[in-house]
């Protein structure tokens, strides 16, 4: 079967660094994305890998190594604002984007 | 700005009713899709459309149907609702033109089904 895991909850602090783990497997790949949800909101688009290596983009960087089926969103200088979940998805061989639960982000004065 | 909106926002109703959720999109995609999200879930794909004449199922098409009147309006419908239809729903669409062919989400409808 797919599979996406990604931790359900993790707390940091405003001004700190924090990184969001996903570990995948699924029939085939052809990209991975990582998603920003507000509570109550539609996902939006944060990045998007599809060879091995880091992309950054601002505060926000995404990793990805094909070979472990491994990827993580690593967020800088954390703000109030970024306190959201975070969903990684897959797209796999049909091209049918297979999604993470998320991971809860709570950010603390 | 081009834009994806789905209708009705809230919708409560009974079981046994049948519902129709309607998603409309001005960004000029030719890819649309319903999903639905649960808590502690991720995202499920109910069904997909990859242009007017192609529907096609998604992971958990039982219960639902869909319809495509036009390359900027996918409605779903729920025949017969249920209880655990309850959830939120979001339609999403994607320009195959794209490289990344990444997914823009409407606001999502909250149905709940007494």
């Known amino acids: 079967g797919q599979n996406i895991d990604q931790p359900t909850e993790m707390t940091a602090t405003e001004g700190a660094i924090v990184q969001i783990n996903c570990t995948y497997q699924?029939?085939?790949?052809?990209?991975l994305f990582w998603y920003q949800q507000h509570a109550g909101e539609a996902p939006t688009f944060l990045s998007y890998?599809?060879l091995d290596g880091l992309e950054e983009k601002g505060r926000f960087s995404s990793f990805l190594s094909r070979s472990k089926g491994y990827s993580y969103l690593l967020l800088k200088e954390l703000q109030m604002k970024d306190s959201a979940s975070y969903l990684c998805?897959?797209?796999?061989?049909?091209?049918?984007?297979?999604w993470g639960a998320g991971t809860k982000l709570i950010i603390k004065p | 700005d081009a834009d994806v909106t789905q209708t009705p926002r809230n919708r409560i109703t009974k079981t046994g009713k049948r519902i129709m959720l309607e998603c409309s999109q001005t960004?000029?995609?030719?890819?649309m899709y319903w999903y639905r999200q649960d808590p502690g879930l991720g995202l499920r794909l109910i069904y997909y459309?990859?242009?007017?004449?192609?529907?096609n199922k998604g992971e958990i098409s039982d219960g639902y149907s869909v319809s495509r009147q036009a390359q900027a309006k996918f409605s779903l419908s729920l025949e017969s609702a249920i209880p655990n239809q309850t959830a939120l729903y979001f339609c999403?669409?994607?320009?195959?033109?794209?490289?990344?062919?990444?997914?823009?989400f409407g606001p999502g409808t909250r149905l709940t089904v007494l």
């Open positions: 999403a669409t994607s320009d195959s033109g794209t490289h990344y062919n990444e997914q823009f």
């Open positions: 960004k000029g995609h030719d890819r």
């Open positions: 459309s990859f242009d007017v004449k192609d529907i």
């Open positions: 699924t029939s085939g790949f052809n990209g």
């Open positions: 890998n599809v």
């Open positions: 998805a897959v797209l796999d061989s049909n091209y049918q984007l297979i």
